[in-house]
């Protein structure tokens, strides 16, 4: 059984598109990455799998129920953090904790401590007196007390300093090996390389690519370094080009023998072909023209 299933998911706002038939798996007990530029679709798909919003055409399962009839169902086993999390501003850290314990019928006073203590969290404070990055926190509390076998995380990291992304991330790790499924949106590229074993790109609307990191990061693709070039090199096939101080550093997607006809053409001085890094995979796949 999958955490997450869909069959040409499809959501349209009127004439607006949001996704357009999205086919995705995410076994249970992975750690997955999703990821895209803004506007790629990646809200509206979360919104869509909790059933927040109504699909278009197609259709998503959560743990194997289906994400509109069996809603209810689905978000008792669910923890959500959105990208922007809404919080009554008059109420105390540890009342708001303590209210979102009780919609779900339960009472998380001890998870909620020990993950406020590793978070660094004061929950005396009221909301108002919170940083924006200890309002994250408060949602991250909120998403993770009760814990859930599937967790559900929109951009879970912006606005927390590196000591509380690391112990969030041990949190999620710890959660992930007793069995828990993690989806986790982010922006931060290197936060899905060094912690996703899977992970899909969108890009408007569409999914371009969902595979193993370990298979993402050996696409072909290559990283280029030309010295002593007195200009940007025009290649077809080169993307995300960098120039500065008579070097040009660019990914290029084709096979060798178009990387050396290209390079052919070009007046340098030295030249160095690598592996890209996994976080600039993921940015080739941002720019990556449609079919």
């Excluded at 004439?15 to 995705?24: K, M, N, S, Y």
């Excluded at 998380?108 to 309002?135: P, Q, V």
Aim: with cysteine; net charge neutral; aromatic share 8%.
């Amino acid at each position: 059984m999958f955490a997450i299933k869909t069959e040409k998911l499809t959501k349209f706002y009127g004439q607006a598109r949001g996704i357009v038939e999205v086919d995705l798996q995410v076994p249970q007990g992975d750690f997955f990455g999703f990821i895209g530029p803004n506007g790629a679709g990646k809200s509206t798909l979360i919104r869509t799998l909790l059933g927040l919003i109504a699909p278009t055409g197609g259709k998503a399962e959560i743990l194997g129920r289906d994400c509109i009839a069996d809603k209810l169902d689905n978000l008792r086993d669910i923890g959500y953090l959105p990208s922007e999390t809404a919080l009554y501003r008059g109420m105390r850290v540890r009342d708001i904790l303590a209210l979102s314990a009780k919609l779900r019928h339960l009472d998380c006073t001890e998870a909620a401590s020990d993950l406020a203590a590793r978070l660094g969290l004061d929950i005396t404070r009221k909301i108002e007196e919170l940083s924006f990055g200890n309002r994250k926190k408060v949602g991250l509390v909120c998403a993770l007390q009760h814990d859930p076998k599937l967790y559900i995380l929109d951009e879970p990291t912006s606005g927390l300093d590196p000591l509380a992304q690391k112990e969030f991330f041990a949190i999620l790790e710890e959660r992930n090996r007793a069995g828990a499924t993690v989806f986790l949106s982010s922006h931060v590229l290197p936060e899905i390389a060094r912690h996703c074993k899977h992970a899909a790109v969108i890009r408007e609307g569409r999914l371009l690519v969902c595979d193993s990191v370990s298979s993402l990061a050996h696409t072909g693709v290559k990283r280029v370094i030309l010295r002593g070039i007195t200009a940007p090199p025009v290649i077809e096939q080169a993307r995300n080009m960098q120039f500065n101080e008579n070097a040009a550093q660019f990914l290029f997607s084709g096979t060798p023998t178009e990387l050396l006809h290209a390079l052919s053409a070009l007046q340098f001085s030295d030249f160095s072909v690598t592996d890209p890094e996994l976080d600039e995979i993921f940015l080739h796949y941002y720019a990556k023209e449609m079919p």
